[in-house]
C-alpha cells in the first residue's frame, strides 16, 4: 500500500531523513518508534504530501505522490484518514459537526445519509451520545476517539496515528490501542502509527519499524523487534541511559 523509497529531507544543515526505505503492506498496522525529534512527524508529512522530499519516492497504491500536481495528490489524500495528537477538533463546531465536516464539505451526500453515518462511527469509537457536546467538555481521550471518528467517516484506505496516546493515563492509552485494534478489524484499513508506547503499541502491530539517524534501522514483526541483539533497538525498548541514542542527545 505504501512504499518509501531512499528518502531523504533536510532543513537547512539539519538532515532529518537521509534515505529512509519502508514497504507498508496492505491493511496491515505498522508502527514507526524513534526517539524525539528523530523524524517520525517529517516521515508522516511526506505520506500526507504535506512536505516535498529533497531525493527520493512516497508510493501510495502504486502512485508516486512526489511527481503530483495540487488536484492529482488531492485525489490521493481522500484515501487517506489521519489521527492528529491533539484530535485536531473544531472547538466552535460540537462532535456531530466536527465528524460530519469532511463528508459536508468533500461529498454530496444528503443530510439524512451524512447523519447516519456520524452515529454510526461515534458509535464505533464508543462516543454513541456524545454527539451534541462540544470538544471543551470532553476528556483527553474522547477527543481522540471523536478525532478517530472523524478520521474513519469516509472509510478510508489508509489511516495515520501521529503519537494517539500523547498526554493520556496508560489505561487510556489502553483503551486507545484497544480501539485502534478494533477499527481496523472493522474498516480493514492500512495503519500507519507513530508512537513511543513500547512495548504496549506492539500488541496491535503487524510491523514495528524503528526510524534513527534518518533511516529505518531495523524492521520486524514485534517479536523479532523485542529479540533484536541491535543496540539501538534493546535501548530504546528498555528506556537505557546508556547506548548510541543518548549519546547522540
Not at 462511527?121 to 478525532?147: C, F, I, N, Q, T
Amino acid at each position: 500500500m505504501i512504499e518509501i523509497k531512499d528518502l531523504y529531507k533536510a532543513f537547512g544543515r539539519q538532515k532529518v531523513l537521509n534515505g529512509a526505505n519502508l514497504t507498508i503492506p496492505d491493511r496491515e498496522v505498522v508502527t514507526i518508534m524513534g526517539k524525539s525529534g528523530c523524524g517520525k512527524s517529517v516521515l508522516i508529512k511526506h505520506i500526507i504530501g504535506l512536505l516535498s522530499p529533497d531525493k527520493g519516492s512516497v508510493v501510495i497504491d502504486g502512485v508516486d505522490i512526489t511527481t503530483l500536481d495540487v488536484s492529482e495528490l488531492d485525489r490521493i489524500r481522500k484515501k487517506l484518514g489521519v489521527l492528529f495528537q491533539g484530535g485536531a477538533l473544531f472547538d466552535s463546531m460540537t462532535v456531530d459537526e466536527n465528524v460530519a465536516f469532511q463528508l459536508n464539505e468533500k461529498t454530496k451526500l444528503g443530510k439524512g445519509e451524512i447523519n447516519d453515518r456520524v452515529m454510526q462511527a461515534l458509535e464505533d469509537v464508543g462516543l454513541k451520545d456524545m454527539g451534541k457536546k462540544y470538544p471543551a467538555e470532553l476528556s483527553g481521550g474522547m477527543k481522540k476517539r471523536a478525532g478517530l471518528a472523524r478520521a474513519l467517516i469516509a472509510e478510508p484506505a489508509i489511516v495515520l496515528f501521529d503519537e494517539p496516546t500523547t498526554g493520556l493515563d496508560p489505561i487510556i492509552s489502553r483503551s486507545i490501542h484497544r480501539l485502534i485494534s478494533t477499527t481496523h478489524e472493522k474498516y480493514r484499513y492500512t495503519a500507519v502509527v507513530i508512537s513511543h508506547e513500547v512495548p504496549g503499541i506492539f500488541e496491535i502491530s503487524d510491523k514495528v519499524a524503528m526510524l534513527y539517524n534518518g533511516i529505518i534501522e531495523e524492521y520486524g514483526t514485534p517479536e523479532e523487534i523485542v529479540n533484536s541483539s541491535n543496540p539501538v533497538i534493546k535501548q530504546f525498548i528498555t528506556g537505557s541511559l546508556e547506548g548510541p541514542i543518548e549519546s547522540l542527545s
